[in-house]
């Protein structure tokens, strides 16, 4: 994504607000374990400890260490500068180590059909609704699908979305079958010469055969209309959900073959290292993040940013 330097320095305000907690929980205690001294075996051991409870994870918590480990092997290790600088470099090196995101804001083909699923209550529906805000705002005509068919109360919910970023919904009753909803929507998007139309799926546990099926079949519907369609699958992760978010990830990747993830309500989580887990295991590109409820807040991850911000100082 290209970003003058306003947007930029927006972008990073975002990202140090919403990783606050992480931030106070993680970088407040390494600061105050290292403070003005030499970091000893001992104090190492500690970040190690940190690192997992902030949901880096056991395993990328090691590897983040032994960098560390072996420059203080050297002596090479002095104060809590080089240690926050290494760590930086650390997360940032598996941050860029995932593909590069499929860009939906600057695609060719119309109408770009994205399909956003995941567990219950992750985000997804909040989530579409701001991502439709930032690309109408950005020019473009977003229909959206109510393929949650669920409850009433889910399709209301996009409606309102709809009615505050001036984006179409299609729907049917409470009930109806998912797929024949995103048949209409396909149509739709397509009759009205929609640049993007976005899906919006109930909430459903990896482990249910039976509704990872019918993301199956909404997949089969929409590339029967337009092939190579859903061109994007993508997962919407609480962030808040911790590790267990791996395990429903590699679920749902089996079932669509996802092309990119989501993380909501990073800024409700003093575990924001999950981010970097996810990121380190399952290689799929982070797209965007949720910062807050507002419907500016979903951000663009960009690596250098939430690095930043992680280790910034008030
Ligand atoms: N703080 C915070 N809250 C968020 C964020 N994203 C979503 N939420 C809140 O999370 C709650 C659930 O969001 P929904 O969008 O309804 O979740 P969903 O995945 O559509 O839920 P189901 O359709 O029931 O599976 C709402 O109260 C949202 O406002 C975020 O980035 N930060
Ligand atoms: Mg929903």
Request: contains cysteine; proline residues 4%.
């Amino acid at each position: 994504m290209i970003m003058n330097d306003t947007a930029r320095k927006g972008l990073f305000g975002r990202f140090v607000a919403g990783l606050a907690r992480t931030r106070q929980g993680l970088v407040g205690q390494i600061e105050r374990l290292f403070g003005g001294n030499i970091p000893t075996a001992a104090n190492l051991e500690t970040l190690e400890e940190l690192l997992i409870a902030a949901d880096f994870g056991p395993a990328l918590a090691q590897q983040l260490m032994a960098p560390l480990q072996e420059r203080l092997g050297r002596r090479d290790l002095s104060n809590l500068d080089q240690v926050e600088a290494a760590l930086k470099q650390g997360i940032l090196a598996i941050l860029n180590g995932t593909a590069p995101p499929p860009s939906s804001i600057d695609h060719h083909t119309k109408p770009q059909v994205l399909l956003f699923l995941g567990i219950n209550g992750s985000g997804k529906t909040t989530t579409i609704g701001k991502l439709a805000n930032r690309l109408s705002s950005n020019g473009g005509l977003v229909v959206l699908a109510g393929a949650d068919t669920f409850r009433a109360a889910a399709i209301e919910q996009l409606q309102l979305w709809g009615r505050r970023v001036g984006a179409d919904v299609i729907c049917h009753q409470a009930g109806a079958d998912p797929s024949a909803v995103v048949f209409d929507a396909v149509q739709a998007a397509c009759s009205r010469g929609a640049s993007h139309l976005l899906i919006d799926t109930a909430g459903r546990l990896h482990t249910k055969r039976n509704l990872m099926e019918e993301l199956k079949k909404i997949q089969r519907v929409a590339s029967r209309q337009m092939p190579d369609a859903p061109h994007e699958r993508i997962m919407v992760i609480d962030a808040t959900s911790g590790l267990n978010a791996l395990v429903q990830a590699k679920a749902f990747h089996e079932a669509v073959g996802l092309t990119g993830l989501i993380l909501t309500k990073l800024d409700g989580t003093a575990r924001g290292g999950v981010v970097v887990a996810i990121a380190d295991q399952l290689k799929l590109p982070i797209t965007f993040v949720g910062l807050g409820e507002g419907v500016d807040d979903l951000q663009p991850f960009v690596p250098e940013a939430f690095t930043d911000a992680l280790f910034a100082r008030s």
